[in-house]
């Protein structure tokens, strides 16, 4: 199994960049693809980006492409959330997840086993 914390959320205003982390703790890091998935009051929760055990594969929602890049340094048991030109509807808990390296899902599947505790990110116009 695998404990996930992350961190680097906060209240910023539209088009402000923050970064978000997510430290991972038991199992070999490098087993698991990586996800960040958010949920806005009152939503349900939303797909991101994901991120192949290697890192030489990413996946995002069309809302966030161009904008968000996702990044793992498995020497360090670390992925990252870079988020920039930040949005008012980008507002949400983001959750890092983790599941099996060779598990088969979709791309932009919500169906993780692992879940940190969310970090609150709100983006003011």
């Known amino acids: 199994q695998v404990q996930l914390v992350e961190s680097g959320g906060g209240l910023v205003q539209a088009g402000d960049s923050l970064r978000l982390s997510c430290a991972a703790s038991?199992?070999?890091?490098?087993?698991?693809?990586m996800a960040w998935i958010r949920q806005a009051p009152g939503k349900e929760r939303e797909f991101v980006a994901a991120?192949?055990?290697?890192?030489?594969?990413?996946h995002y929602a069309g809302s966030v492409k161009g904008r968000f890049t996702i990044s793992r340094d498995n020497a360090k048991s670390t992925a990252y959330l870079q988020m920039n030109s930040l949005k008012p509807e980008d507002t949400a808990v983001y959750y890092c997840?983790?599941?099996?390296?060779?598990?088969?899902?979709?791309?932009?599947?919500?169906?993780?086993?692992?879940w940190g505790q969310g970090t609150q990110v709100t983006v003011s116009s």
């Open positions: 991120i192949s055990w290697s890192g030489d594969n990413t």
């Open positions: 997840a983790a599941v099996d390296r060779w598990a088969t899902m979709s791309p932009s599947s919500t169906r993780y086993d692992f």
């Open positions: 038991g199992r070999t890091f490098s087993t698991y693809r």
